[in-house]
């Protein structure tokens, strides 16, 4: 493949990428002297097609522009004299995924107008989100088991990437490239299965009246890196358990009610024997020797 012939920034000299230590020491000459330190160690933090970029040192004296470009477009600036070691490119690359680009960070002096011959700047790798994104956390949006079927949904992940003017999902960009794999066991053992769709839904035969456990993963087969994603949270089906729980819900607070109404009944009735032996023995006649 042809590297790309990115465009140039002009009146800039390129300087040595230091090491860590000599740009730590750089660093603090360069702020001693007046002088913008050279941003290193610049690195992509993507995920699910949100891009940021971030790099080193803090700044001392001086204050960051960050610029992207692909190989067929001119720079263009994004975060103009900055104090952050961060920039946030998602906007910039959402439109067009599956281009390669590259951005720079330029040091600058803070009243420095415009890119000033003693400028310094430094080149981040080249970048292509579709091929390079982390693949975020899936979630299991509903899962349902009837008798030896466990049917499982996956939720559609919504990305910051657009197509004329609409938010994509990670199915949209990827269509059939875009597969989970499922990994379920019975409840009461540890012993995995795996089951594998190009969609968002799996429906597995599984063994009758018995719970099972399960989380999904993202893969996409065809990248070299970066092929699957974290795992999803596991969840566990507990259907007949939780009817049980609810049925001991309705029948516990009737069962009291029903223990209060006899308790109730029988004192009454107690009260009424009592009352009854107390008037007899008032109404019997007295015997006189």
């Known amino acids: 493949m042809t590297t790309p012939a990115w ?14 230590l000599l740009g730590w020491v750089l660093v603090q000459v360069a702020g001693a002297e007046g002088i913008p330190v050279k941003p290193y160690n610049l690195t992509w933090k993507s995920t699910n097609f949100k891009t940021i970029l971030e790099w080193e040192p803090k700044p001392i004296n001086n204050v960051y522009t960050v610029q992207i470009s692909t ?7 994004i975060c103009f004299s900055i104090t952050a070691t961060e920039c946030d490119l998602t906007s910039e690359m959402a439109p067009n995924v599956q ?27 080249e970048f292509t989100p579709y091929q390079e994104t982390n ?19 996956v939720r559609d992940t919504q990305t910051l990437a657009r197509s004329n ?27 995995k ?21 399960f989380f999904v993963q993202a893969v996409i087969p065809s990248r070299k890196d970066n092929k699957k994603s974290p795992e999803s949270i ?10 049980f729980r609810e049925m001991l819900f309705i029948v ?21 024997k009592a009352k009854a032996r107390q008037s007899g023995k008032e109404g019997s006649p007295v015997n006189i020797a």
């Open 193 to 213: 299965k795996t089951a594998m769709t190009n969609t968002n839904e799996f429906l597995i035969d599984v063994d009758k009246g018995q719970d099972y456990c």
């Open 165 to 191: 003017g609409t938010f994509l999902s990670l199915r949209d960009i990827f269509g059939k490239n875009l597969q989970y794999m499922l990994y379920y066991w019975r409840s009461s053992t540890t012993g």
């Open 234 to 243: 596991t969840v566990c089906t507990r259907q007949e358990k939780g009817k």
């Open 71 to 77: 190989a067929l477009e001119d720079w263009k600036s």
């Open 135 to 153: 693949l975020g956390q899936p979630k299991i949006e509903s899962f349902k088991l009837v008798g030896t079927k466990l049917n499982v949904t």
């Open 99 to 125: 281009q390669t680009y590259l951005a720079r960070v330029i040091s600058l002096l803070p009243n420095s107008t415009g890119f000033l011959e003693d400028a310094v700047y430094s080149n981040s790798p």
């Open 252 to 272: 516990v607070p009737v069962i009291l009610v029903i223990i209060v109404v006899i308790a109730l009944f029988l004192l009454v009735c107690k009260c009424r």
């Open 7 to 20: 465009p140039p920034l002009p009146h800039l000299e390129i300087a040595v990428v230091p090491t860590l």
